[in-house]
T-cell receptor, first 116, second 111 residues
Framework: DAGVTQSPTHLIKTRGQQVTLRCSPK?????VSWYQQALGQGPQFIFQ???????QRGNFPDRFSGHQFPNYSSELNVNALLLGDSALYLC???????????????FGQGTRLTVV | SQKIEQNSEALNIQEGKTATLTCNYT??????LQWYRQDPGRGPVFLLL?????KEKRKERLKVTFDTTLKQSLFHITASQPADSATYLC??????????FGTGTSLTVIP
């Protein structure tokens, strides 16, 4: 059983460009959340997708957008990249449906994005 | 404002001793609190979950306490080993299934 997989593992982009990061959740999970982790900081919540809709959003600008597909996989898109967007982007999957009493999340290894 | 604060300094302890990490929060009312381990360049790995109505949770050498009055969680690793060296993150979990993470505490266990 594969855990959460993210691609690519590393990425270098130029300021102003656009980037798409991908995430496949753990088998059986229906919810995907995205986090940004700057060096030396804890992960910051970007948004969460469930049933192909954005359900929750953190304090991130509209340049950050996402999508969830029918197979529960997800993409994170960032437009007009800034130097400050350089970070480790983490995807976490969990199961919401019928599991209100448990909320363990499984994280992928992350995508290291460097904006130059 | 909302804050989650973990040990401000890195923690160095001798092998075999008990490591105690703290997580204090303000202006949150978490339904759950979780602890994760993160190694350099890797995603966080889930360790323990404790609910607001639980005082203590144990898993092998790990123990977590949760005091909603003090708004604090303590994370203990007993009989620590060099392999326990990592960054440990606490995460508060609201009813919307959203996590708020602390900045983490770096633990080094010295042989």
């Amino acid at each position: 059983d594969a855990g959460v997989t993210q691609s690519p593992t590393h990425l270098i982009k130029t300021r102003g460009q656009q980037v798409t990061l991908r995430c496949s959740p753990k088998s059986g999970h229906d919810t995907v959340s995205w986090y940004q982790q700057a060096l030396g900081q804890g992960p910051q919540f970007i948004f969460q997708y469930y049933e192909e809709e954005e359900r929750q959003r953190g304090n991130f600008p509209d340049r950050f957008s996402g999508h969830q597909f029918p197979n529960y996989s997800s993409e994170l898109n960032v437009n007009a990249l800034l130097l400050g967007d350089s970070a480790l982007y983490l995807c976490a999957s969990s199961l919401i449906r019928n599991r209100k009493d448990k909320s363990e999340a499984f994280f992928g290894q992350g995508t290291r994005l460097t904006v130059v | 404002s909302q804050k989650i604060e973990q040990n401000s300094e890195a923690l160095n302890i001798q092998e075999g001793k008990t490591a105690t990490l703290t997580c204090n929060y303000t202006n949150y009312s978490p339904a759950y609190l979780q602890w994760y381990r993160q190694d350099p360049g890797r995603g966080p790995v889930f360790l323990l979950l404790i609910r607001e109505n639980e005082k203590e949770k144990r898993k092998e050498r790990l123990k977590v306490t949760f005091d909603t009055t003090l708004k604090q969680s303590l994370f203990h690793i007993t009989a620590s080993q060099p392999a326990d060296s990592a960054t440990y993150l606490c995460a508060l979990h609201n009813t919307g299934n959203q996590f708020y993470f602390g900045t983490g505490t770096s633990l080094t266990v010295i042989p």
